[in-house]
Each structure stands twice: as C-alpha cells, then as structure tokens.
T-cell receptor
Framework: DGGITQSPKYLFRKEGQNVTLSCEQN?????MYWYRQDPGQGLRLIYYSQIVNDFQKGDIAEGYSVSREKKESFPLTVTSAQKNPTAFYLC???????????FGSGTRLTVV | GENVEQHPSTLSVQEGDSAVIKCTYSDSASNYFPWYKQELGKGPQLIID?????GEKKDQRIAVTLNKTAKHFSLHITETQPEDSAVYFC??????????FGTGTSLTVIP
C-alpha cells in the first residue's frame, strides 16, 4: 500500500545532541514537508521541498536542517541549536498544488 | 500576519447530534480549504476539502461550506458517532502549496 512512513515513533534525546527523524514516502509525490505540532497550536511549517535536491525554510526553520537527495526521502535533523525541541513532528507529502497533504503518523521527540 | 482562526477549541455532543466547527481566514488569495481529522497519537487525515469556486460540498455525514466574502468556512458532521471523536483541523492554502492551519477542535461524542 502507498503511504508515508515516519520513524521512530518515539525518540528521546539528551540536551546538546543532534537527532535525525526519518520520513519516507512511496506515493510518488514531488513535494514533502515537515511540520511541528505543539499543544494548543496549529501546525507550524519547518521546511519544505518541492523537488529533489531543493528545499526551502518554512516559518520556524531555526535549529533544524533537512536534505532531499531522493524523491522518496526527506529526513529532518533537530540540532542542538533548537531551543525547545520537545514536540510532535509530522512529515507530509503532496502530489501537486491545490491538493491536500498525506501525513505520516508522526514522531514524538522528547529532550531529557 | 496571515492565519486561520478556528472555533471552538473543544466541543462535546451527544451521539446522533450534529457538530459544527468554524474557521476564519485572512489571506484573500486562499483558494483551497481542506479539513483534517487527527486521532490520538496519529497523523492528520484529510477528510474533506473545498475549493473557492463552490460554496458547499458534502460526503455522506460530513459537509463543508465556504463563504468567500466573509472569509469563513465550516465543517458540519451530522448523526455523530463515537468514532467521530478526534481533533479536527481546518486549513487554508497559502503560496507554494503550503497551508495556514487552525489550532484544532477536540470533538468528543458522548454515547
């Protein structure tokens, strides 16, 4: 079945460490996105990529980095520069403009 | 700045009653409005959407209405069932096929 897979589901990180969240899709979607979800807030865009080898900063890109070396994959690295990294992270993909997203099941990151 | 306001933040209804969630947007260029349902611990799932050239769209028990002049759109769920309990998000398209998202409505259907 086609879909978008995020791993791991839960992730714990010590302060000062970088951590990478995986996102893989087999929907043949060109565009992929990373959002952060915090309680009581709407989804906030971290980074997005509309095509392989190209990506742009979203609204809250500071402290995060991404790569898009393959169409299927869009990993997100949460660096030690991110001040409040504890959150639920959602990856999404879309076929083209004016279509909704397909979301992954999310990764809950906790800084300990 | 541009955003989407969503109300109410929580909503409880008796099973079989209707539920209505309202969103207001500010970006006059928005022309596509999806609604997502998010169950606990899962990612949001697209349940219905509407484009700016129509005023209403219905899919079984779910309907969405759009008032472009007033810049608001609403989700209507009729004959609610316990499995409708979830968090619902509205969204309005912005440039680059990105979206402004509402802050979510936690719907509880009481059996």
């Amino acid at each position: 079945d086609g879909g978008i897979t995020q791993s791991p589901k839960y992730l714990f990180r010590k302060e000062g460490q970088n951590v990478t969240l995986s996102c893989e899709q087999n929907l043949n979607h060109d565009a992929m996105y990373w959002y952060r979800q915090d309680p009581g807030q709407g989804l906030r865009l971290i980074y997005y990529s509309q095509i392989v080898n190209d990506f742009q900063k979203g609204d809250i890109a500071e402290g995060y980095s991404v790569s898009r070396e393959k169409k299927e994959s869009f990993p997100l690295t949460v660096t030690s520069a991110q001040k409040n990294p504890t959150a639920f992270y959602l990856c999404a993909s879309s076929f083209e403009a004016n279509y909704g997203y397909t979301f992954g099941s999310g990764t809950r990151l906790t800084v300990v | 700045g541009e955003n989407v306001e969503q109300h109410p933040s929580t909503l409880s209804v008796q099973e079989g009653d209707s539920a209505v969630i309202k969103c207001t947007y500010s970006d006059s260029a928005s022309n596509y409005f999806p609604w997502y349902k998010q169950e606990l611990g899962k990612g949001p799932q697209l349940i219905i959407d509407i484009r700016s050239n129509v005023g209403e769209k219905k899919d079984q028990r779910i309907a969405v209405t759009l008032n472009k002049t007033a810049k608001h759109f609403s989700l209507h769920i009729t004959e609610t069932q316990p499995e409708d309990s979830a968090v619902y998000f509205c969204a309005a398209k912005r440039a680059g096929n990105q979206f402004y998202f509402g802050t979510g409505t936690s719907l509880t259907v009481i059996p």
